[in-house]
């Protein structure tokens, strides 16, 4: 059994090179550059695992050859010959071989084909997607063994493509037509220059491709990729401006309560994203330290956490300065912008003022992709959903509970609900609070899109109060739909005129509106309102 063992770990440990032809290997120790590329690419197209030891070495620079033009695998002084698998001392007189751009782009080319029949899902995947952008046509029967072999239905997609690819560079042009309809399946991007190039006009008069058959089915394929690529960006789009609207609908909704019902335009709001982000990001540094084996859910924790930090910070605000302030818009808005100045550089102090990274956990990590090239990210569906349950539970607050009666009340009429004993003044803490922690909420969903940093807050406050001043001073709904319709109309407009252009023709757009409309989407209803 010791004996069974000793030979077993001798195996694993050696790498597997015996058995190779010498014909293949020997070219490697030889001065012709082009014999080189070519022999790595012979023993590439072997799909066996002494030819994918010897690349992998050959990688490492650790193939060498003897004056006698002997190629050797040399490895902490013990040299291995790859023809014969003879096991010797490394020699003193070798040299490295050495591998230049052209060799080195072949020797990649050659390893990604032999991952191709990797045990691991993954690799074979990775493998796959670089040979259709860097196959080779001597790699073919390579290819082809691996599609016969392979039972993932997208590896075995993505195999398809890459060997149409390769086809196109066949002297046959029957190969290369069935090749290009092949093709017309694809939602890979980079096949239109390809095709496209097929169908150029040389000086001549003569094309570069030359069967009229190939070039006509080139045009129908093409056609079809760029149908198929113009439906997968319209999805794209879509998404992108309903994760963008979930954001802007959790970054404006707690302003939208607190702005529809004591009329403070808070210039600090953004900043209280800022806290929740933070709030999250210290939920984090509290896991990784003392619960490690939980990390994935310390998301779950920061929800609260945020909410309740941004609450009482937002409470606080309220009850020192902004209670003075009621019916003074000027002063609100200077007195809320220097408190936002404030709350940034408490932070910088506290946590510097460089970005920090709050990670995904394993659950919201990577996604799901549909229509064969659009990838839908867990992290922005989960918070598409996340901002779904918010406003249900915002509803349910506002229109089932006695504070949300309390709330309604007072932003109909003021006067009115106190005269009849409804405590005003606490109505608006609480009622500042709630927005406030709505706010950390969404910092906490924002901390997961990207960095974490003191000017947080500062990209999102002006698209909140479009999104307010559109939907409707204090009305849920018009939040809602405005939050969608600014997101959606932004991702629309972004590809074709630019970031900053789209968020200026927004603004123009959202202003000619106001002026036709200046309650916005969903007008205040009551017998008074201010």
Not at 226 to 233: F, G, K, P, V, W
Request: aromatic residues 6%; contains cysteine; glycine residues 10%.
């Amino acid at each position: 059994m010791r004996r069974f063992l000793f030979l077993l770990l001798s195996c694993c440990a050696a790498p597997a090179l015996a058995g190779l032809d010498a014909a293949l290997v020997k070219p490697l120790g030889g001065e012709d550059g082009d014999a080189r590329v070519q022999a790595v690419v012979r023993l590439g197209a072997l799909a066996s695992p002494e030819a994918f030891a010897l690349l992998n070495a050959l990688g490492e620079e650790k193939v060498y050859v003897t004056p006698e033009g002997r190629v050797l695998v040399i490895d902490n002084a013990q040299a291995s010959d790859p023809i014969t698998d003879e096991k010797l001392p490394a020699p003193e007189a070798v040299e490295a071989i050495t591998i230049n751009n052209r060799m080195r782009r072949e020797l990649e080319g050659a390893r990604a084909g032999l991952r191709l029949f990797s045990a691991d899902a993954r690799v074979r995947l990775a493998a796959a997607q670089d040979m259709q952008k860097n196959g080779t046509i001597e790699q073919r029967p390579l290819l082809q063994r691996a599609l016969d072999r392979e039972t993932d239905p997208v590896i075995k997609t993505l195999l398809r493509m890459a060997a149409a690819t390769l086809n196109l560079q066949s002297t046959d042009a029957a190969v290369r037509k069935a090749a290009v309809q092949e093709l017309a399946g694809s939602t890979n991007a980079s096949l239109r220059p390809v095709l496209a190039a097929m169908l150029v006009k040389q000086v001549d008069g003569s094309y570069a491709e030359p069967d009229a058959n190939v070039r006509g089915a080139a045009e129908l394929s093409l056609r079809e990729i760029d149908t198929r690529l113009t439906r997968i960006e319209w999805a794209g789009n879509i998404f992108y401006g309903a994760s963008l609207a979930s954001v802007l609908l959790l970054a404006a909704l707690g302003l939208a309560i607190t702005f529809g019902l004591m009329g403070i335009i808070n210039m600090a709001h953004g900043e209280l994203l800022m806290i929740g982000a933070y709030a999250a990001y210290c939920v984090q540094l509290a896991f990784r330290r003392w619960l490690p084996e939980h990390f994935d859910w310390y998301v779950v924790a920061a929800l609260p956490a945020a909410f309740l930090v941004a609450a009482v910070v937002g409470m606080v605000l309220e009850r020192v300065v902004i209670r003075w302030l009621y019916g003074r818009p000027l002063e609100t808005l200077l007195a809320t912008w220097g408190i936002s100045l404030i709350l940034m550089q408490t932070v910088r102090m506290i946590f510097g003022a460089q970005n920090v990274e709050v990670t995904n956990p394993a659950w919201m990590s990577g996604g799901i992709t549909v229509l064969g090239g659009l990838v839908l990210t867990y992290n922005r569906l989960v918070i598409m959903g996340f901002a779904i349950c918010v406003v249900v539970l915002v509803w349910l607050l506002l229109n089932k509970t006695r504070l949300g009666l309390f709330v309604r009340a007072v932003t109909q009429n003021r006067r009115m609900a106190d005269c009849v004993g409804v405590p005003t003044g606490r109505v608006d803490m609480l009622t500042f609070g709630l927005g406030s922690g709505i706010a950390g909420l969404g910092g906490v969903a924002l901390s997961q899109l990207g960095n974490v940093g003191p000017d947080l807050g500062q990209a999102y406050i002006v698209d909140s109060f479009m999104v307010v001043v559109l939907g409707g001073v204090g009305q849920l709904a018009g939040t809602v739909i405005a939050a969608l319709g600014l997101g959606e109309l932004n991702k629309f407009l972004e590809p074709s005129v630019g970031a900053v252009v789209a968020k200026i023709s927004i603004l123009v757009l959202i202003v000619l509106f106001i002026q036709k409309r200046p309650q916005g989407l969903f007008a205040l209803k009551g017998r008074s309102v201010d």
